[in-house]
Nanobody
């Protein structure tokens, strides 16, 4: 069974930075497009960022473009999300996901496996 385990969430002040990571196991990591989503209380899960299999291409939601950066290390079966200039509206549970898509994927339905999520809270 594929496993995705996020870590690195926490509490940070507005304007600060935080990095979350996702370690994958029981899968050939380099064959999967990886993505980050988030879900705030009372809201639907929304797309944040995605990265292609090689890491050569990335795509972001408008709300995080210029502030967040997604990267991956295939040798370590890990994908990262660096979050800078954080805002209170970035507060959410952040999930990583793996997709068998041929290119980067931006909708939840395109992803095959999900992590359990990690809480990110940005205080004002």
């Amino acid at each position: 069974q594929v496993q995705l385990v996020e870590s690195g969430g926490g509490l940070v002040q507005a304007g600060g930075s935080l990095s979350v990571s996702c370690a994958a196991s029981r899968m050939t990591f380099s064959r999967y497009v990886m993505g980050w989503f988030r879900q705030a209380p009372g809201k639907e899960r929304e797309f944040v960022a995605t990265i292609t299999r090689s890491g050569g291409s990335t795509f972001y939601a408008d709300s995080v473009t210029g502030r967040f950066a997604v990267s991956r290390e295939n040798a370590k079966n890990t994908v990262y999300l660096q979050m800078n200039s954080l805002k209170p509206e970035d507060t959410a549970v952040y999930y990583c996901a793996a997709s068998k898509s041929n290119t980067y994927a931006t909708t939840t339905g395109q992803y095959n496996y999900w992590g359990q999520g990690t809480q990110v809270t940005v205080s004002s």
